[in-house]
């Protein structure tokens, strides 16, 4: 399977623990994004990288989140302190490189659901 | 800041048929692009047809195809003879070119198709 794969696929946990997923890209995808959905909403932006270096943190990215993605190629999102309202879908992307005036696509995972008790 | 709004939380529509989903945007840029992507129940998000902004020729892929009004910022999506494999929720979104703060989507339109 050569698509975006994220691990896991459910994560059911309790208030104030912390939790990490997993996001394996297209391999030879140097930009991967991080973003939230909510029931009843659409996918919101939390953050991206090109390669190793995160270049955009959306505001909606607290302390208690944080990304890494070492050596460009899989990343990881940990939420620290879970609350209730972390609880949602959150959807991995990558893309290939894109120029100045272009824009590659961006294929999506599956999405890992986490649920907050 | 971008801002992407569909004001349909649900639509039906009869196999066969042909069906429009709305989409309006707003945006301060002057290239971007803009998007419908599909969400099957339990399963991932994929790109049905894109958009550049500076390209005043609609797109179209087999049975889908857009209405891009610019002036307006409106970006419609007719689906031509629905068929029961349509069914899913449809996410219009736009991205500005260069930018690195992903896609700005809408709250999205539930399709439902009836035999």
Partial sequence: ?117 | AQTVTQSQPEMSVQEAETVTLSCTYDTSESDYYLFWYKQPPSRQMILVIRQEAYKQQNATENRFSVNFQKAAKSFSLKISDSQLGDAAMYFCALIRVGGADGLTFGKGTHLIIQP
């Fill in chain 1, 1 to 117: 399977d050569t698509g975006v794969s994220q691990d896991p696929r459910h994560k059911i946990t309790k208030r104030g623990q912390n939790v990490t997923f997993r996001c394996d890209p297209i391999s030879e995808h140097n930009r991967l994004y991080w973003y939230r959905q909510t029931l009843g909403q659409g996918p919101e932006f939390l953050t991206y990288f090109q390669n190793e270096a995160q270049l955009e943190k959306s505001r909606l990215l607290s302390d208690r989140f944080s990304a890494e993605r070492p050596k460009g190629s899989f990343s990881t999102l940990e939420i620290q302190r879970t609350e209730q309202g972390d609880s949602a879908m959150y959807l991995c992307a990558s893309s290939a490189a894109s120029g100045r005036s272009s824009y590659n696509e961006q294929f999506f995972g599956p999405g890992t659901r986490l649920t907050v008790l």
